[in-house]
């Protein structure tokens, strides 16, 4: 199995350099003053050689992390199995993930939403950004993904600290 392992990562290392290498050649071609040019007119100034190796990489960063959380997974179920002691602290750990998750994701939802439909910012304007003179507007799933993974990380880090503070209490009162 420890082969295995070395043979998975010998593989992965090769075609992220050889990806990391493909973008590298495809920039260097690219013209001096690209950034200009995108701002002028989008994204079809980009080269196409630049824009397949940028892809190739996202394909393999994505499949990076898939491999790497379905082999987590596969290894917590695998040990949870062969040693089942912390079965239910693990699921009660999903548990409260789920919940967390969701509570964010309902909060989300009522967040300024006009609709349903778009994000207003303070001036009434629906938030975007500008890309070649024309204003592109956020979509409804971004900013439920965006202010969803922003309150998780609130109740995270509020968690943290709670957690700190309770262990250092702890540690008081044991000693």
């Known amino acids: 199995m420890k082969n295995l392992h070395k043979i998975i990562l010998i593989i992965c290392s090769a075609v992220t350099i050889l990806l ?5 050649m495809e920039g260097s071609k690219a013209p001096d003053d690209m950034v200009d040019r995108i701002a002028e007119e989008g994204l079809n100034a980009v080269p196409d050689g630049l824009k397949s190796a940028v892809s190739y990489n996202l394909y393999w960063g994505y499949f990076l ?3 790497a959380i379905a082999g987590a997974l596969f290894g917590a179920i695998l040990n949870k199995v062969q040693n089942p002691t912390g079965l239910v602290k693990s699921l009660i750990s999903v548990a409260i993930i789920v919940v967390v998750v969701g509570g964010a994701y309902f909060v989300a939802t009522s967040h300024g939403w006009s609709d349903g439909k778009f994000l207003l910012d303070a001036g009434g304007e629906q938030l975007g950004y500008e890309v070649g003179g024309k204003k592109v507007m956020f979509e409804a799933w971004q900013y439920l993904v965006s202010d969803t993974s922003v309150l ?9 600290a709670v957690a700190s503070v309770f262990s250092w209490a702890w540690g008081l009162f044991k000693s």
């Open 20 to 24: 990391l290498g493909y973008a590298i």
């Open 152 to 160: 998780v990380t609130y109740v995270a880090i509020a968690g943290a």
């Open 65 to 67: 992390l898939i491999f």
